[in-house]
């Protein structure tokens, strides 16, 4: 039937909700109602499954469930136009070496679609499928004190009953799109980058607006440009990108490294950001002006993130040697742009915040494409003055009055970042409050693990762990054997249930502000300010002391559950 006048077409109805994709697919095995768990895991990116295959080791029934259709978090919903990681092999991966030993990357810095590949490698090595269910939308979780144990409610109506819960949601599992005025009545194509249609969408030869220029917008719009009739960029704060340093790695190669794997990927954990390199034991002006081009020029030479993650020590936390670096990525990027408008907006000589304080992305042609003819920059920023106003029906108009006539839209808008995926499932604690609610005004969190109020709750790569300040496998792993070794500690131990105080809660919030104001880090709103999403509180939402230090501070804990209220059993 062809549509109406007054009907959305599929490709114009923005999804924004996980429970749009919530489906029953079987009603047995980890899709049976009423099941009675050890633990119950939220999320099948690295996080989950490492804890899946952990739990299950253990001996403990486990179950997973996940609201996409497959394997790999954020890389089965980031499917959009040039989606491409920026960790490299061989620290992007899972520690497991029945999975390693079997699988080898084409690229260093592979993109979705072999990501995916490799999450079903995964699947098929640890037989993970048998305990998961996808397309399962958590909607609510309450823990019953007398009986110890969490009631789990989805989307589709199922329950589970599970004596551990723990939230594998990611950083990124909720996505925010601005408040657009018109925005429905727009009758091209228009999607959220991550909320993209698997099959992608046709550009060749049209009219294309990116709007956001953050990973996703930079990756979408140096996709696009050179395919499309037109892109029209809108970009509020210029992104510090970096040469990625992308090649080809063959099979011989990776099987050359596998048996320092081991080495390698217990080294990643003994650096700042979870990579396998990490600050130089200099600060900036211990080197002559010819010393530091010298150094700046070797870290460029490396590419990927060299230039944020092995500077000078100091370069974080001084504003003085924050610009010498910032200075030097501008004249490298400068450089490579024609068009003097475009090479100052998009690399500008005073810089729009101190370097590395926003997670730079990795680029391949970014500059080049956008300095094209048949691209457009349009400023948005508050003091570029010229905000979108709102959509038309063919296109997008702007404060100057002007009308950008597109067919196709993506929303590079980003996340309800670090905390949306966890307030938005229903989670209500023993005090009869809701974390949605409570996580208004500001997060909290012991340990970034444990939330106080939700006995036996465990998160990871979420609010006050290194998260955004690592690589994505270092945090899971480390997070993920501490929740492993407590939660076989509360068996061992004979206790009902732990739960965090709101006194090592406070602790701990002032723990990491203490980490965060030592740096440049509050200085700007960023994504490890709590992203820039109205309503948001602005504060620190990493710990960020480096993945090496965290490790630490929290394996100390569990001797003798510092900072919890334990209750036995028999209670």
């Given amino acids: 039937m062809a549509a109406t006048a007054t009907q959305k077409l599929p490709e114009q109805v923005i999804k924004t909700e996980l429970s749009q994709y919530a489906r029953r697919r079987d009603t047995k095995g980890p899709y049976a109602d009423n099941l009675d768990l050890d633990v119950l895991i939220v999320g099948a990116g690295f996080s989950g499954i490492y804890l899946l295959y952990e739990m299950r080791k253990q001996g403990y029934k486990t179950t997973l469930y996940d609201a996409g259709t497959g ?22 991966q899972l520690s497991i070496p ?49 009986a110890g144990k969490w009631t789990v409610k989805t989307a589709d109506g199922r ?28 009758k091209g194509v228009i999607h959220h980058s991550s909320f993209w249609p698997p099959g992608d969408v046709d550009v060749k030869g049209k009219r294309v607006a990116v709007i956001g220029t953050g990973a996703s917008g930079v990756q979408i719009a140096q996709e696009w440009g050179p395919q499309v009739e037109h892109m029209t960029v809108f970009m509020r704060t210029p992104n510090l990108a970096l040469p990625m340093g992308k090649r080809p ?12 794997y081991p080495e390698i990927l217990e080294l990643r954990e003994r650096c700042f950001a979870g990579f396998t390199y990490d600050f130089a034991e200099i600060d900036t002006f211990d080197h002559t002006p010819e010393q530091r081009e010298a150094f700046f020029e070797a870290l460029w030479k490396r590419a990927g993130f060299s230039l944020w993650l092995g500077g000078y020590r100091d370069y974080f936390f001084d504003m003085k040697a924050n610009r010498e670096a910032y200075n030097f990525w501008a004249k490298k990027q400068r450089q490579r742009i024609k068009n003097p408008a475009k090479r100052d907006l998009l690399c500008p000589l005073e810089p729009p915040h101190a370097f590395g304080i926003k997670r730079p992305c990795l680029e391949q042609n970014y ?12 400023d948005i920023s508050e003091k ?51 974390l949605k609610d409570e996580w208004k005004a500001s997060a909290n969190t012991y340990l970034g693990t444990t939330i106080s109020g939700y006995p036996n709750m465990f998160h990871v790569y979420g609010p006050h762990g290194p998260t955004l300040l690592s690589n994505g496998p270092s945090s899971a792993e480390i997070q993920g054997r501490w929740i492993r070794d407590a939660i076989n500690l509360i068996t061992k131990q004979g206790l009902k249930s ?74």
């Avoid at 597109?406 to 966890?422: E, K, P, Q, S």
Wanted: glycine content about 10%.
């Fill in 384 to 434: 570029g003055g010229n905000r979108i106003v709102e959509f038309t029906e063919t296109g997008i108009k702007t404060a100057d009055g002007k009308v950008h006539e597109v067919d196709v839209v993506a929303l590079a808008t980003g996340f309800d970042i670090t905390t949306g995926g966890m307030t938005s499932m229903g989670l209500k604690s023993i005090n009869g409050t809701y």
């Fill in 249 to 260: 790695m063959s099979k011989e190669e990776q099987d050359g490294l596998k048996p320092l």
């Fill in 98 to 146: 029945e999975v390693y030993n079997t699988w080898s990357f084409t690229t260093n810095y592979p993109d979705w679609r072999e990501l995916q590949a490799y999450f079903d490698h995964v699947d098929k090595v640890c037989d993970l499928s048998k305990d998961t269910a996808f397309e399962t939308v958590v909607t609510s979780a309450e823990f019953d004190e007398q």
């Fill in 71 to 92: 394997f790999g978090g954020t890389w089965r919903w980031n499917c959009y136009p040039g989606a491409r990681v920026d960790s490299p092999v061989p620290i992007y």
């Fill in 367 to 378: 500059y080049e494409v956008l300095d094209q003819d048949n691209v457009d920059i349009v």
């Fill in 159 to 186: 329950t589970a009953k599970t004596r551990f819960l723990i939230i594998a949601a990611g950083f990124a599992a909720k996505l925010y799109i601005p408040d657009y005025k018109g925005i429905d009545k727009f």
């Fill in 498 to 571: 732990i739960n965090a105080t709101p006194e090592a809660t406070k602790a701990w919030k002032d723990r990491i502000n203490e980490l965060s104001n030592r740096t440049l880090m509050p200085t700007a709103r960023s994504t490890y300010m709590g992203g820039s999403m109205p309503g948001k509180a602005f504060e620190q939402v990493n710990y960020a002391g480096g993945v090496d230090k965290y490790k630490g501070e929290i394996r100390e804990v569990l001797k003798g559950w510092k900072g919890f209220k334990t209750v036995p059993l028999a209670a």
